[in-house]
């Protein structure tokens, strides 16, 4: 009997941000995460990156349903939730994030789970700004933040030249 292939659960798109590495399963996208570089076999087409790729970009850009499946301890998990609920253009800072779950001390513990989040854009990470302005960090880079904000039309302060 022929061994069944089984499909690709990962592959790789290149984007404006770079090499997109999305994750996902028989029900949802579980990854979704950026890189300057990319493996060698990241070229190779693979139709199934691509669609997860379109639903992703048109998720952010404009809200559409997208099925994902978050990955974490119930705390990050409670925090990605609540920054789903952080619209298109808007952004949020890590207490004010920390006070919508009810726990106004806990900013620095919020801005952890924020910086573990693997599904970028989905779980909009990039709108959690630090209360004394800023960009703050970015788990892919704060060029790719300024940008991102930037597409949604947030005012955001040049980065410094290098």
Known sequence: MAEK???PTEGWVQDYWGWCRLRWNERALTGAE???DAPLDAAK?????LVWH???LKHWRTGSPLEIELAGTPFQIEVWNLLREVKFGQTITYGELAARLGKPEAARAVGGAVGENK????????RVLPAGGGLGGFRWGLPMKESVL????????PLPKK
């Open 54 to 56: 379109e639903l992703l």
């Open 34 to 36: 950026w890189f300057k």
């Open 45 to 49: 087409k693979n139709a199934k990156a």
């Open 150 to 157: 930037r597409g949604e039309g947030v005012k955001v302060a």
């Open 5 to 7: 292939k089984k499909s």
């Open 119 to 126: 599904i970028g854009l989905a779980v909009p990470c990039h």
